[in-house]
């Protein structure tokens, strides 16, 4: 059965080929609103929106199976939502050394104000 696809793989919405390369679109447009949350996380914690979540959404990231090579139509946008994703990775990290940094200070701030335990007097 050389140069036909299985039966099973051909499905309504047209050929194997067809099914892969939707499969791809879907698998990189989850991969960019991704990149798009994270890019709005870190541009509200830049701007101190006040809508800023108290914890980041947590969820498992699911890689597509059986998907097989990258379409060449495809290749650019794939490299290009590489690149992105290294960029949003090497921002959020950023971010997290400011956050510590800024925290470190605000507790060296809390320390400070407490009362003093001796007075300095004269008698």
């Known amino acids: 059965m050389t140069g036909i696809a299985p039966v099973a793989a ?3 919405s047209g050929t194997a ?3 892969w390369r939707d499969a791809w679109r879907s698998a990189l447009r ?3 609103l991704d990149a798009d949350a994270a890019e709005d996380l870190i ?5 101190e929106d ?29 490299r290009a939502l590489l690149q992105r994703q290294a960029d949003v ?3 959020l990290a950023e971010a997290m050394v400011q956050i510590r940094s ?8 809390d320390r400070a104000e407490r009362p ?4 300095d007097k004269a008698l």
């Open 102 to 109: 800024q925290r470190r200070g605000l507790a060296k701030l």
């Open 10 to 12: 051909v499905h309504a």
């Open 43 to 47: 541009h509200r914690l830049h701007h």
């Open 50 to 78: 006040e809508d800023v979540p108290e914890q980041a959404p947590v969820g498992d990231w699911v890689a597509p199976s059986l998907l097989g090579p990258v379409p060449a139509e495809f290749a650019d946008r794939a």
């Open 116 to 119: 003093p335990v001796f007075i």
């Open 17 to 19: 080929e067809d099914h």
């Open 89 to 91: 990775t090497e921002r």
């Open 30 to 32: 989850a991969v960019e």
